[in-house]
């Protein structure tokens, strides 16, 4: 079993920052790559960056690249995303989630929901204009 807790969520003003932290326990943290996905409401929850198990790799959501970083440190079994330059459509219910697969090839991600085995509670981010 694993337990992902997220926090760092709140209200913030366009153009804002907030880093969102999610601490995992209960397996191998380090040979899972770990992803965050964002829920609007009326919408389907959407794919937003990963990180693979070694951290050498990240993958982001069109919508966010250049704006998001996703990061880890396995010592600390903590995965963390840094949004900046934060828009309106932004708001949403922040999920981090671990990967299903152990040691997924670090030159591949999942995308899909589906492919992530273990889910955190949320953070609620809103963004005001």
């Known amino acids: 079993q694993v337990q992902l807790v997220e926090s760092g969520g709140g209200l913030v003003q366009a153009g804002g920052s907030l880093r969102l932290s999610c601490a995992a326990s209960?397996?191998?943290?380090?040979?899972?790559?770990m992803g965050w996905f964002r829920q609007a409401p009326g919408k389907e929850r959407e794919f937003v960056a990963a990180?693979?198990?070694?951290?050498?790799?990240?993958y982001y959501a069109d919508s966010v690249k250049g704006r998001f970083t996703i990061s880890r440190d396995n010592a600390k079994n903590t995965v963390y995303l840094q949004m900046n330059s934060l828009k309106p459509e932004d708001t949403a219910v922040y999920y981090c989630?671990?990967?299903?697969?152990?040691?997924?090839?670090?030159?591949?991600?999942?995308?899909?929901?589906?492919?992530?085995?273990?889910w955190g509670q949320g953070t609620q981010v809103s963004v005001s204009s």
């Open positions: 209960g397996r191998t943290f380090s040979s899972y790559a």
């Open positions: 989630a671990a990967d299903s697969t152990q040691y997924r090839d670090s030159y591949s991600y999942a995308q899909s929901q589906y492919e992530y085995s273990y």
């Open positions: 990180i693979s198990w070694t951290g050498g790799r990240t």
